[in-house]
Nanobody, 127 residues
Framework: QVQLVESGGGLVQAGDSLRLSCAASGRTFSRYVMGWFRQAPGKEREFVAA???????????YYADSVKGRFTISRDNAKNTVYLQLNSLKPEDTAVYYCAGKSTVGVSYSPTSYNYWGQGTQVTVAS
């Protein structure tokens, strides 16, 4: 059974930074795609960032246009953990952020393609 546990959310001011963590357990993730999504109140869940676990050394990552240049996805093999560094935060980044795992080949921007989800962590950015 795969488990994903997020942490690191909080209340910050515009322009501040946060680092979200997603601790993964239960499987070997070397062939997985790991993604971050977010969902604001009244809105659909949207793609934020993704990477193939095996691609980290090659530096191949994927980002939504709205966060490109501000957010960075990374992983720590030894800790089986995926991170999302959020810099230059804006009020419109306020949402619940979810870590997700996809066990099939290919990066997807659609949340329906991911079969493992964490419980979410709230990020609130005050103006």
């Amino acid at each position: 059974q795969v488990q994903l546990v997020e942490s690191g959310g909080g209340l910050v001011q515009a322009g501040d930074s946060l680092r979200l963590s997603c601790a993964a357990s239960g499987r070997t993730f070397s062939r997985y795609v790991m993604g971050w999504f977010r969902q604001a109140p009244g809105k659909e869940r949207e793609f934020v960032a993704a990477m193939r676990w095996s691609d980290w050394d090659s530096g191949i990552t994927y980002y939504a246009d709205s966060v490109k240049g501000r957010f960075t996805i990374s992983r720590d093999n030894a800790k089986n953990t995926v991170y999302l560094q959020l810099n230059s935060l804006k009020p419109e980044d306020t949402a619940v952020y979810y870590c997700a795992g996809k066990s099939t080949v290919g990066v997807s921007y659609s949340p329906t393609s991911y079969n493992y989800w964490g419980q979410g962590t709230q990020v609130t950015v005050a103006s």
